[in-house]
């Protein structure tokens, strides 16, 4: 039986950890959608066309190591504005979303546009500055030299371009639950998550 989450918010708030947890609680198969524009993202930065790169891209494309850096994040950000890049992307997100056994997708559309009717929605957000602590904690370990105010000024950056793009922009969907992960640990995000989801499923 198909059983969609769909989780959107804005960068560095939880999501994606708080969709891989949901994942693996619930047997449920995981989509990182921001993984696709990222890797469409990345392949622009080589000189392709983005439409050409999103219609193209393969699955190897999503296990570049590279594909978390502030380069292609901000690539990643400019292609998910294109509205051919996010049609040729649609299709395959739908039907991920709507596979047996369950699905769990995150990212910035997934309530709003690709999983409209999903039987979970989720809207995960934090602070501008605990998501930039998170984001700089993240790629300083990966061994990325930035400061805090560079990191803060790219998530701004990210969020100013993501809410107003005219093709899907980032918002929550009428009826998605808010969880504010701002103040709370992963474990706790985590079991709020899964209450939620308890609940939807009766």
Request: proline content about 3%.
């Amino acid at each position: 039986m198909a059983f969609t989450i769909a989780i959107d918010g804005p960068a560095a708030a939880g999501k994606g950890t708080i969709g891989r947890a949901l994942a693996a609680h619930f047997g449920f198969s995981h989509l990182d959608t921001g993984l696709l524009y990222r890797a469409t993202g990345r392949r622009m930065l080589t000189g392709l066309d983005p439409v050409e790169a999103a219609q193209s891209l393969r699955a190897e494309d999503l296990a570049a190591d590279d594909l978390r850096t502030p380069d292609v994040s901000q690539a990643a950000s400019r292609v998910a504005a294109i509205p051919e890049v996010r049609q040729a992307l649609l299709d395959f997100q739908r039907a991920f979303a709507r596979r047996a056994g369950g699905a769990v997708l995150d990212g910035r559309d997934i309530g709003t546009v690709i999983c409209p009717d999903a039987e979970v929605k989720l809207f995960v957000t934090a602070s501008d500055v605990e998501r930039a602590r998170r984001r700089h904690k993240e790629l300083s370990d990966g061994g990325h030299a930035v400061t805090v105010d560079e990191v803060m000024e790219d998530l701004r950056q990210r969020d100013a371009r993501d809410s107003a793009r005219a093709a899907a922009p980032l918002k929550p969907a009428e009826d998605a639950q808010l969880l504010d992960t701002s103040t709370m640990t992963i474990q706790d995000a985590v079991a709020e998550a899964i209450a939620i989801v308890d609940a939807a499923q009766g």
